[in-house]
């Protein structure tokens, strides 16, 4: 997990600032930024970030009910919406439109979470 002590939602540039401090995250950001953008990741830090528990149990649940090719494809849609599209991966909506997205059966996945 990200961090097990997160409540459901918090700003998340204000938790990596407190978490890392305001000097280190003015050097990190930048950093991260550019090093992302070698490896074609967009990296982006406003929106709300909260415990990510969810998105590991759903990615297991996956793992029970669908196939190995399903559950790359279903981390290959939860990781974006974090890093790239500021989604809060504690909100059960985001996490099963990313099932949805991976192929997987969105009201199959509410009734798990």
Do not use: Q
């Amino acid at each position: 997990m990200l961090d097990g002590s997160l409540p459901k939602a918090v700003d998340k540039l204000a938790h990596y600032k407190a978490k890392f401090g305001e000097a280190r995250i003015e050097k990190m950001i930048p950093h991260m930024k550019a090093v992302g953008l070698e490896e074609g990741i967009t990296f982006s830090y406003g929106g709300e970030i909260g415990n990510t528990f969810d998105s590991h149990r759903l990615i297991e649940w996956a793992k029970r009910s669908s196939d190995a090719t399903t559950v790359d494809a279903l981390v290959a849609c939860i990781m974006p919406r974090y890093f790239e599209r500021e989604a809060n991966l504690a909100d059960h909506a985001v996490l099963c439109d990313a099932a949805a997205d991976a192929g997987l059966d969105a009201d199959a996945a509410a009734a798990f979470l």
